[in-house]
């Protein structure tokens, strides 16, 4: 056999596997360049998926905000209206017990102070201060 025979032989099984070697990076490749597109669309699924995400979380933060306002608002109420209670229950006590000392006691004989029209013109008598307690 010739030398060049040889070696053109051996250049055509080496072509060969080229070839065949080519072949299989284009399959590759091909695979590759598709799941490329599929994680394009899924970096795409991915990027709306934080935009509505985003949106969301502003959304929550207002209502929250506004939660807030309004529960502040409803405790300074609260708390103003529970001052105004207390106020007017100890504006009540104090009128109970000056018509404690005013009332006769049982074992006492009733007197003409004590008569229902002396009564109502002390009730009378106190009805600006109730008034000046609101």
Do not use: H, W
């Amino acid at each position: 056999m010739n030398f060049s025979l040889i070696v053109e032989i051996v250049l055509t099984v080496l072509l060969a596997a080229t070839l065949v070697y080519c072949a299989i990076l284009e399959r590759r490749l091909s695979a590759l360049r598709k799941n490329q597109d599929g994680f394009k669309d899924t970096i795409a699924e991915l990027n709306q998926a934080i935009a509505t995400a985003s949106a969301s979380m502003r959304m929550l933060k207002s209502s929250a905000a506004g939660a807030a306002e309004t529960l502040d608002d409803r405790l300074s109420r609260a708390r103003s209206l529970s001052d105004e209670l207390a106020l007017l229950t100890n504006s009540g006590e104090r009128i109970a017990q000056r018509i404690e000392r005013g009332a006769p006691t049982s074992d006492r004989p009733r007197s003409a102070a004590s008569t229902p029209s002396v009564l109502a013109s002390r009730l009378d008598a106190l009805k600006p201060a109730m008034g000046n307690v609101r």
